[in-house]
């Protein structure tokens, strides 16, 4: 088994399992986020109270189920390691091409775009997550935060954040867009009738979660800013 997690195969296929479990993740949070949607106030438009808002109802059982708590880390051990072993994999990669100029134009020639940019895309998403974190996984879960609701919208009033909100997930979906398809070939399924089924459900996947993500994002910032 060692030598089996130390080998490239067994690498890919960490990789790929990782990936599965973060891609998970992602539809739990975007549905999670989509209450957003529900709004803070009632049918005649007065302001619910915050308990009662049903985005703050599903912070408050994510921040509260034990479960949960647990998975979190588990959640942030899986994200590192997936990173460290898609760097690892990139440097072996590079390393197995060598420097001649015409084995890179040759694999740049031959590699979709955003499979040969899958490094930087992952260090990119890296970055917002640090910033994703610093703005509500701290403020929330070590400070005390009256209303998790205005919390997440205010920010979106800035221009500025949004924009950068809606770069990153356009990112992560040129990350996922060879992702999804790729751990499915890395542990082992690959068949002639569903790998192309499973290609065509990694674009439904990748454009779901990017334009959920930022259709939020966008909304918010027009709504915040009196445009809508």
Request: proline share 2%; net charge positive; glycine share 6%.
């Given at each position: 088994m060692t030598r089996f997690f130390s080998s490239s195969i067994g690498r890919k296929f960490m990789m790929a399992l990782t990936g599965f479990f973060l891609m998970i993740f992602l539809l739990v949070h975007l549905g999670i986020n989509l209450t957003l949607f529900a709004g803070n106030t009632d049918c005649a438009g007065e302001l619910l109270p915050k308990q009662e808002v049903i985005f703050n109802q599903a912070s408050h059982f994510m921040a509260t189920n034990p479960l949960i708590q647990v998975m979190?880390?588990?959640?942030?051990?899986g994200f590192i390691y997936h990173i460290l072993l898609?760097?690892?994999?990139?440097?072996?990669?590079?390393?197995?091409?060598?420097?001649?100029?015409?084995?890179?134009?040759?694999?740049?020639?031959?590699?979709?775009?955003?499979?040969?940019?899958?490094?930087?895309?992952?260090?990119?998403?890296?970055?917002?997550?640090?910033?994703?974190?610093?703005?509500?996984?701290?403020?929330?879960?070590?400070?005390e935060v009256p209303d998790d609701y205005l919390l997440v919208t205010s920010l979106f009033k800035s221009y500025?954040?949004?924009?950068?909100?809606?770069?990153?997930f356009?990112?992560?979906?040129?990350?996922?867009?060879?992702g999804f398809a790729s751990s499915f070939q890395s542990v082992g399924f690959?068949?002639?009738?569903?790998?192309p089924l499973i290609k065509a459900l990694g674009k439904i996947y990748f454009i779901l979660i990017s334009v959920g993500f930022a259709s939020i994002a966008i909304y918010f910032c027009l709504k915040g800013n009196g445009l809508i």
């Open positions: 979190q880390y588990v959640l942030a051990l898609g760097v690892v994999l990139t440097h072996k990669n590079q390393k197995a091409r060598g420097k001649e100029r015409y084995a890179v134009n040759h694999y740049a020639a031959n590699t979709p775009f955003n499979s040969r940019t899958m490094i930087y895309t992952g260090l990119l998403i890296l970055v917002f997550l640090l910033l994703h974190l610093w703005n509500y996984f701290i403020p929330i879960k070590f400070s500025g954040y949004t924009f950068i909100y809606v770069i990153a356009i990112f992560l979906g040129t990350h996922l867009s060879h690959n068949h002639r009738i569903y790998t």
